[in-house]
Every structure is written in structure tokens, then in C-alpha cells.
């Protein structure tokens, strides 16, 4: 069955470094989203992709926050500087219809 | 600000009983999704409603939706210890997605 996949599984950093998160969605999928869970709390939408632009995107993805999708396949999501308070577990996701969303394992941000 | 409220946010239930999730929220939507999250784990779709009325069921849950009282509910019927897990709704509205606080569902043997 196809899934979502995405890497690394976990990613420690610097304060002030950049990350790229990666993720490779379903291949007939034209739906991609990304959200953050601050571990034991709500879920968060940062950013949905659809037709190679950024569909919507949250407040709290500003600036520092980026979205590509480099080769067709890939997916990723780019922090400028990373802060503290970016350490999270970041989920990949893509849809099929616009609705039904497929969700990645996660990375495990943790920025130091 | 848009407010998505779960209730309750703890559930501890016995195996065979019957349980209801509630979700409210605060703007004018007709699509709500449920997820469930096991520990550690990533999300899984669950039920996607699209209008007002949408009735879904899978097993020993059941989805609805009342647009009107901007409320869902998910109900869970003889529960059993393989549903133990955290339960998010989540509203779209115009493609933003908001996630409730989700709820822990606990079922004991």
C-alpha cells in the first residue's frame, strides 16, 4: 500500500541553523500539507500545496518557513534560523481529493 | 479566533460500553475530519465530512455532522481495548485546517 514517508526521522540542530525537512508523498497525489505537533498538544497546520504553489498557509508559517517541491517527487519544508520554540514532531501529509489526507511518520525537530 | 473544542478531553471506558466524542467549533464550516493518533505515532484518517447531516461509520465508530451546531460527534459503540488512542477532529475552513485539543481514549479490560 503506498504511504507517505518522510526524513530524517529525527533531526537535532543549532538555534539558529537551517533545516530542510523532506518528505515524499503518495506519487499520484496532488494535495500536500504540512503541520507540527509541540509534543503533547494539538496538532497545527502550517501549509497546504497544491498545483506547485502554496495553497494556504498559517500564521505561523512566516519567514522563516518555506515550501519547495524540488523534482516532482520530493516535498520538503525549509527553516530559515530555527528557534527554541520550532522543536516539534513536523508531519508530512498528501491527498488524492483534496479531503482524505495520508500522513507521514513525522521528524523530530529538536533545536537546541 | 477560530476555537475548536473537544469533549472530554480524558476518556477511561470499559470494554462493551457505548461513549460519545464531542467536537464544537466556532466558524461556519461543512468539512470536519477525524483522526486518531496512537502514542509516538503519526495520524490516521478516519472520517471525512462534507456536509451538513454526513453520517459516516466504520466498525464500532460512527461520525456525524451538524453544520448548524457546529458540532460532530464520534461515537463509539462496545468499545474495545484495540480503540485506545488519542481522537482529533479538525475544521477546514477555507483551507485552514484547525485541530481540537483531541481526546485521550482509554478502554479497559
Known amino acids: 500500500e503506498p504511504e507517505v514517508t518522510q526524513t530524517p526521522s529525527h533531526q537535532v540542530t543549532q538555534m539558529g541553523q537551517e533545516v530542510i525537512l523532506r518528505c515524499v508523498p503518495i506519487?499520484?497525489?496532488?494535495?500536500f500539507y504540512w503541520y507540527r505537533q509541540i509534543l503533547g498538544q494539538k496538532v497545527e497546520f502550517l501549509v497546504s500545496f497544491y498545483n506547485n504553489e502554496i495553497s494556504e498557509k498559517s500564521e505561523i508559517f512566516d519567514d522563516q518557513f518555506s515550501v519547495e517541491r524540488p523534482d516532482g517527487s520530493n516535498f520538503t519544508l525549509k527553516i530559515r534560523s530555527t528557534k527554541l520554540e520550532d522543536s516539534a514532531m513536523y508531519f508530512c501529509?498528501?491527498?488524492?481529493?483534496?479531503?482524505?489526507?495520508?500522513f507521514g511518520p513525522g521528524t523530530r525537530l529538536t533545536v537546541l | 479566533e477560530l476555537k475548536v473544542e473537544q469533549n472530554p478531553l480524558f476518556l477511561s471506558m470499559q470494554e462493551g460500553k457505548n461513549y460519545t466524542i464531542y467536537c464544537n467549533y466556532s466558524?461556519?464550516?461543512?468539512?470536519l475530519y477525524w483522526y486518531r493518533q496512537d502514542p509516538g505515532k503519526s495520524l490516521e484518517s478516519l472520517f471525512v465530512?462534507?456536509?451538513?447531516?454526513a453520517v459516516k461509520q466504520e466498525g464500532r465508530l460512527m461520525a456525524s455532522l451538524d453544520t448548524k451546531a457546529r458540532l460532530s460527534t464520534l461515537h463509539i459503540t462496545a468499545a474495545v481495548h484495540d480503540l485506545s488512542a488519542t481522537y482529533f477532529c479538525a475544521v477546514d475552513t477555507d483551507g485552514q485546517f484547525y485541530f481540537g485539543t483531541g481526546t485521550s481514549l482509554t478502554v479497559i479490560p
Open positions: 466558524t461556519t464550516s461543512d468539512r
Open positions: 501529509a498528501s491527498s488524492g481529493d483534496g479531503h482524505t489526507q495520508y
Open positions: 465530512l462534507l456536509s451538513n447531516g
Open positions: 506519487s499520484n497525489h496532488l494535495y
